[in-house]
């Protein structure tokens, strides 16, 4: 079964238009969740890192939240060259990976001038 | 600091062909993954490393898969032979446990 699942799968914004971005989690003990940008052709690029329930981080025009459950990623008044797509990931505290990183699927964020 | 380096960025080889990809991590970084990314699946871990052990090889689809860590600063990832199934991206991803960083990855297209 799926451990990140993240929505909507391409989202289409105007520049200015302010939305959110999900992603909820399965998995049986939290260490870590990651916030990836994708642009196309490129690897994943770090934006943040949430590691209890209530923490907020921001860069930019983005913040970043977690509950026990989800996190959101909230965009504030996009432009176009936050146009990418937007990977989550999950790190278990428990198991035999550790280490690993466990994808979603991400969200294609495409912003109209 | 250059980051993590991929070689070669693409690749196009005929279907029983060898491919190797290549990875140079970031200098300090003591864990290494090779993951694989497709439309259809996303990123999957295929390998990781850590102090250039192999930790958790789950994710190697087939015996066809093999990956090797001689030193800290070198990796590679052999795919022999190669089927179309393969063609995806290959990103190599390294950390000091804490913000992985992704090289550019390899597109391979198996033909």
């Known amino acids: 079964e799926d451990q990140v699942t993240q929505s909507p799968e391409a989202l289409r914004l105007q520049e200015g238009e302010s939305s959110s971005l999900n992603c909820s989690y399965t998995v049986s003990g939290l260490r870590g969740l990651f916030w990836y940008r994708q642009d196309p052709g490129k690897g994943p690029e770090f934006l943040f890192t949430?590691?209890?329930a209530g923490e907020e981080k921001e860069k930019e025009r983005l913040k970043a939240t977690l509950t026990k459950k989800e996190s959101f990623l909230h965009i504030t008044a996009p432009k176009p060259e936050d146009s990418a797509t937007y990977l989550c990931a999950v790190q278990e505290r428990y198991g035999g990976s550790q280490g690993n990183l466990i994808f979603g699927k991400g969200t294609k964020l495409s912003v109209k001038p | 600091d250059a980051g993590v380096i991929q070689s070669p960025r693409h690749e196009v080889t005929e279907m029983g062909q060898e491919v190797t990809l290549r990875c140079k991590p970031i200098?300090?970084?003591?864990?290494l993954f090779w993951y694989r990314q497709t439309m259809m699946r996303g990123l999957e871990l295929l390998i990781y490393?850590?102090?250039?052990?192999?930790?958790?090889d789950s994710g190697m689809p087939e015996d066809r898969f093999s990956a090797k860590m001689p030193n800290a600063s070198f990796s590679t990832l052999k795919i022999q032979p190669s089927e179309p199934r393969d063609s995806a991206v290959y990103f190599c991803?390294?950390?000091?446990?804490?913000?992985?960083?992704f090289g550019s990855g390899t597109r391979l297209t198996v033909v």
């Open positions: 490393f850590n102090n250039n052990v192999p930790i958790d």
């Open positions: 949430l590691y209890s």
């Open positions: 991803a390294s950390t000091a446990n804490y913000g992985y960083t």
């Open positions: 200098s300090g970084h003591n864990s």
